[in-house]
């Protein structure tokens, strides 16, 4: 019956580990620029888009679909770093071991 208690104990454990990550990662931010700085997009650490800003000449001379690919290519870019950033995050969580019975 112990080992059972041990067992509940353990997964709640790591189940507030795992829910205190979530709330790290949301109060992350990562910023990155595209187009000489022309569009700048923040995601949180989830990958999540928090704010796109786009530098008025980005407009001049541009067509629509360059400035679609400056936009896709910085948000892209933000959720992978949001993602490397939530991996490093997860692999410094220690690992929650049951005790040898």
Known sequence: MADWQQLIQLGQQMQGRLSQMQTDLASQSIEVTAGGGMVRVRVDGRGRVRALTIDQGAF?????????DLILGAIAE?????DEYAKAEAGRTPAVVPPAP
């Open 60 to 68: 001049d001379g541009r067509d629509a679909d360059l400035l679609s």
């Open 78 to 82: 933000a959720q992978r770093r949001a």
